[in-house]
């Protein structure tokens, strides 16, 4: 009976164009999509090659979600739409493309990662290159290496080190906050002396360790010190990066590979014709090369 109803959903779902309805995401329209049906992740088994992949043409709504809360790599501003160098790039990287898309911001991994996986969502901006998201997840070129530090509040000395390792060790016994499922939680959840307090994301972590409520929060740099200046938050950043990730775009394996092939072949152009580069200093200033990939 399982295998009649899977079976039955890949047939219907080869039919139609996934939608997602945020009024206040940019949207670019070529014909009327529909929502793709709720499925549950354990019922679909993405690697399963047997299955018919889905083709996408130029004329076919992409959906792209996006961390509303990442600034300034990608958030919404207080006009309501998206921005930073993320968004940026993929309109970029789209246009050059030809491709018809639609920006879909999210505050919570969680559903993001069902919605690439029942293929509700096509990709996912700046997903780093790691194992676990390989494994359900097609992953296009990197384009940058992100380094992340530890946050904490202003006068801790608990937390500190001259080293990766001393920082790392400095934070047992101490509650960390990380993104569920996130790439940190990924990489110190072995790590059984660090008690790790999950968030949607690690911007609404951050407002908690300035509240008191954790000891630490390991983030991109840039992030941190964004938002703590904006929300006058009580928290710095302390030592050497503690882990550092090749950053991508992540795409559902509902969808053919086709489209990742384009995607690339269109970031290459744009990083080639000096497109990628001036972006990237507009928002962060030259891009070093502990920065590329």
């Not at 079976?7 to 080869?14: D, H, N, P, S």
């Not at 290159?129 to 992100?146: G, K």
């Not at 390792?165 to 940190?184: C, F, Y």
């Not at 050497?240 to 072949?265: L, M």
Request: with cysteine; glycine share 6%; net charge negative.
């Amino acid at each position: 009976m399982l295998k009649r109803k899977t079976l039955v959903f890949c047939m219907i779902f080869t039919l139609i164009i996934v939608a997602c309805d945020n009024q206040e995401a940019e949207l670019v329209i070529t014909k009327n999509p529909q929502k793709a049906p709720q499925v549950p992740i354990e019922n679909i088994d993405v690697a399963d090659e047997s299955k018919p992949l889905i083709q996408v043409s130029l004329e076919d709504v992409v959906q792209i979600c996006v961390r509303q809360d990442g600034a300034p790599g990608m958030y919404i501003g207080d006009d309501g739409e998206l921005h930073g160098f993320y968004v940026d790039l993929d309109r970029l990287i789209m246009k050059e493309m030809g491709q018809a898309y639609h920006l879909k911001p999210y505050g919570d991994l969680g559903p993001v990662l069902q919605w690439l996986k029942t293929g509700e969502c096509h990709i996912a901006l700046a997903a780093p290159d790691l194992p676990e998201y390989r494994s359900f997840l097609n992953l296009s070129n990197p384009y940058e290496i992100l380094h992340f530090v530890t946050f904490v509040r202003k006068g801790n000395a608990d937390i500190q080190g001259d080293t990766k390792d001393e920082i790392i060790a400095s934070l047992h016994g101490k509650k960390v906050g990380v993104q569920t499922r996130g790439h940190i939680y990924q990489e110190l959840r072995d790590i059984r002396q660090i008690e790790l307090i999950e968030y949607p994301t690690t911007t609404r972590a951050l407002a908690d360790l300035s509240k008191g409520v954790l000891d630490a929060v390991p983030d991109v740099k840039r992030i941190g010190i964004y938002y703590s200046s904006l929300k006058s938050w009580d928290i710095v950043p302390v030592g050497q990066p503690i882990i550092s990730h090749k950053i991508t775009t992540a795409f559902s394996k509902v969808y053919h590979q086709s489209i990742i092939k384009r995607y690339n072949t269109a970031l290459k152009t744009i990083q080639d014709n000096g497109q990628f580069d001036a972006l990237y200093e507009s928002y962060f200033g030259p891009m070093g090369d502990e920065d590329r990939p």
